[in-house]
């Protein structure tokens, strides 16, 4: 860890401030391209855009992956965020191309910052159908 990330990650962590002095859930992030120039910064707007897919850093991750060139801009870019990316958003992320992310609280310490929540799961069944269910995807990835 570098100066310069602990200073991108203090400005994640001023985003989180500001998104929670909105009204929303403290979490903030940015994208810091090879030169050191920020490209983007979002915070968390679950409650103000009722929407629970809208986690910063699955915003700039779909940001990355419209905006960047995978091969080579996306690659060299790094996601500075306050806290540990959700499950939802590692996949995202990963599928942007994003060269890799830098965060504040892991998701234990988070976890440690909150009150106990019940475990949740939902149910899944499968695989089924394989037969009628492969015909729309073979070759497609060809
Ligand atoms: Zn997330």
Redesign the pocket.
């Known amino acids: 860890m570098t100066h310069d990330d602990e200073n991108f990650l203090r400005r994640a962590v001023e985003l989180a401030a500001e998104a929670r002095a909105a009204g929303d859930a403290p979490f903030g992030s940015l994208l810091v391209g090879p030169d050191g120039s920020v490209l983007a910064e979002e915070h968390n707007t679950v409650l103000s855009d009722a929407d629970i897919s809208a986690?910063l850093?699955?915003k700039l991750a779909r940001w990355a992956a419209r905006e960047l060139d995978p091969g080579t801009a996306a690659a060299t870019t790094t996601m500075y965020t306050s806290c540990q990316?959700?499950g939802?958003?590692a996949g995202a992320i990963e599928r942007s191309g994003l060269g890799g992310v830098v965060f504040a609280l892991s998701t234990e310490q988070l976890t440690g910052l909150k009150p106990p929540a019940a475990p949740v799961g939902v149910r899944q069944e499968g695989p089924a159908l394989f037969e009628e269910a492969r015909i729309p995807v073979e070759g497609y990835y060809r």
Do not use: A, G, N, Q
């Open positions: 986690h850093e699955l990316p959700c939802m958003c």
